[in-house]
């Protein structure tokens, strides 16, 4: 691997990083470390970098993951909701696994979501990347419905969309973005590790 020229990415990222995209991978890479904890935090913190990533996916023409941006806004409102009013018996929501009726809803809304997406833009919109970014808004689509729900699985999903999002986010030219997600697989991998632990220790309770 080229390190050197993963360094000069990043100085090139850094020069041309806007202060909004400074404060929106701020404020996502605070979400993910939350969520890693299951802390409440992940939403507000979440909220505040969706609403900015929507403007600045809508100047890069990368038209379905400002919509998924848009929906991580509306699901982090469901989320927060759904953290905090957790069942009678319950402290707090749980971290569970998917159950197979799960996973084929999972399945399904990917299937949907991405069908859906690439006709939209590569029929009706001059977006340059019509199924790659439809690729990573429906499998963030996922992840974020599993998130809400508190499932393990919600960190596979984002594995595979932040590993697809580093090169579609450096050909875009979003260079600190791509960088921004080099670190989210990492942290996805130990918020992964985290919850499966989590999920141990609930069922043995």
């Given at each position: 691997?080229?390190?050197?020229?993963?360094?000069?990415?990043?100085?090139?990222?850094?020069?041309?990083?806007?202060?909004?995209?400074?404060?929106?991978?701020?404020?996502?890479?605070?979400?993910?470390?939350?969520?890693?904890?299951?802390?409440?935090?992940?939403?507000?913190?979440?909220?505040?970098?969706?609403?900015?990533?929507?403007?600045?996916?809508?100047?890069?023409?990368?038209?379905a993951d400002m919509?998924?941006?848009?929906?991580?806004?509306?699901?982090?409102?469901?989320?927060?909701?759904?953290?905090?009013?957790?069942?009678?018996?319950?402290?707090?929501?749980?971290?569970?696994?998917?159950?197979?009726?799960?996973?084929?809803?999972?399945?399904?809304?990917?299937?949907?979501?991405?069908?859906?997406?690439?006709?939209?833009?590569?029929?009706?919109?001059?977006?340059d990347v019509p199924?790659?970014?439809?690729?990573?808004?429906?499998?963030?689509?996922?992840?974020?419905?599993?998130?809400?729900?508190?499932?393990?699985?919600?960190?596979?999903?984002?594995?595979?969309?932040?590993?697809?999002?580093?090169?579609?986010?450096?050909?875009?030219?979003?260079?600190?973005?791509?960088?921004?997600?080099?670190?989210?697989?990492?942290?996805?991998?130990?918020?992964?590790?985290?919850?499966i632990k989590s999920?141990?220790?609930?069922?043995?309770?």
């Amino acid at each position: 691997m080229d390190f050197q020229f993963l360094l000069d990415g990043l100085a090139e990222g850094l020069k041309a990083m806007s202060w909004l995209e400074a404060v929106a991978v701020f404020f996502g890479i605070a979400s993910v470390f939350y969520s890693m904890r299951e802390h409440i935090w992940v939403y507000p913190t979440g909220i505040v970098s969706t609403l900015i990533y929507v403007w600045i996916c809508l100047q890069y023409k990368l038209y379905a993951d400002m919509g998924i941006n848009a929906y991580y806004f509306s699901m982090s409102i469901y989320g927060w909701y759904v953290w905090t009013h957790p069942k009678e018996n319950q402290a707090v929501l749980p971290v569970t696994w998917l159950k197979p009726k799960g996973w084929l809803i999972a399945l399904l809304i990917f299937i949907a979501s991405y069908g859906v997406l690439s006709f939209v833009l590569s029929n009706f919109t001059d977006s340059d990347v019509p199924y790659w970014d439809s690729f990573t808004t429906s499998s963030a689509f996922v992840g974020m419905w599993l998130m809400a729900k508190k499932k393990v699985e919600n960190w596979i999903m984002w594995i595979i969309t932040d590993l697809v999002s580093v090169p579609l986010y450096f050909y875009k030219g979003l260079i600190l973005t791509s960088f921004q997600f080099v670190f989210f697989t990492v942290l996805a991998f130990l918020g992964l590790f985290a919850w499966i632990k989590s999920a141990r220790n609930y069922a043995n309770s």
